[in-house]
């Protein structure tokens, strides 16, 4: 059971280049989702997925497209960098929340991206 | 900003010291969860309170909540220099999406041997 996998750990781009983020979760988590981490700013939630084919936009969802065309996957793509999106990559999941059950969520260990 | 607060947004002390985080948010909320990341790592999840408890505890770890002062603190008991981290608290909003945490900009504790 590896959890959250997320791949690269590290990358840097050039301004105007694409490049997709991987995540995958064997865990059969419905929920899955990405943020960014900037430093004073916490983490900011830039996509969700509620299920294979569903997803939708969080706080900072602009420059970025996701997918879910599986359980397990949920890749990032970065459709034409900009030197603000260097940051700190987060994949995450879980099982579906109520608002009774809060659920905990699982985080990979994070992709460090520069884009210069 | 709708993320909770962290308070203080730094915090040293020495081994065996108690630590103690504050957590203020803005609207009503189903839960609030501590998550501690250590440098260069994920998050992970520490504590879950739901909006109906007042207090949890976990080993080392106390939990309160205040609903009526929006407000929540992690509390660790005789710190370890494993304690080092930052630690962000994130609540699930009440009327938000299902699924959806809102996290605070977190408090970075360092714990002297």
Redesign the interface.
């Known amino acids: 059971n590896a959890g959250v996998t997320q791949t690269p750990k590290f990358q840097v781009l050039k301004t105007g280049q694409s490049m997709t983020l991987q995540c995958a979760q064997d865990m059969n988590h419905e929920y899955m989702s990405w943020y960014r981490q900037d430093p004073g700013m916490g983490l900011r939630l830039i996509h969700y997925s509620v299920g294979a084919g569903i997803t939708d936009q969080g706080e900072v969802p602009n420059g970025y497209n996701v997918s879910r065309s599986t359980t397990e996957d949920f890749p990032l793509r970065l459709l034409s960098a900009a030197p603000s999106q260097t940051s700190v990559y987060f994949c995450a999941s879980s099982y579906f929340f109520t608002p009774d059950s809060g659920n905990t969520i699982y985080f990979g260990e994070g992709s460090w991206l520069t884009v210069v | 900003s709708q ?1 909770g607060e962290e308070d203080p947004q730094a915090l040293s002390i020495q081994e065996g010291e108690n630590a103690t985080m504050n957590c203020s948010y803005k609207t009503s909320i ?2 609030l ?1 501590w ?1 501690r990341q250590n440098s ?6 520490l504590i ?1 309170i ?1 909006s109906n408890e007042r207090e949890k505890h976990s080993g080392r770890l106390r939990v309160t909540l205040d609903t009526s002062k929006k407000s929540s603190s992690l509390l660790i008991t005789a710190s370890r220099a494993a304690d080092t981290a930052s630690y ?1 608290c ?1 609540t ?1 909003q ?1 009327g938000s ?5 809102y ?4 408090t970075q504790l360092t714990v002297w041997p």
């Open positions: 993320q189903n839960n969860q998550y260069g790592r994920g998050l992970v999840h879950l739901r962000f994130a699930d009440r999406t299902l699924g959806r945490l996290f605070g900009r977190g």
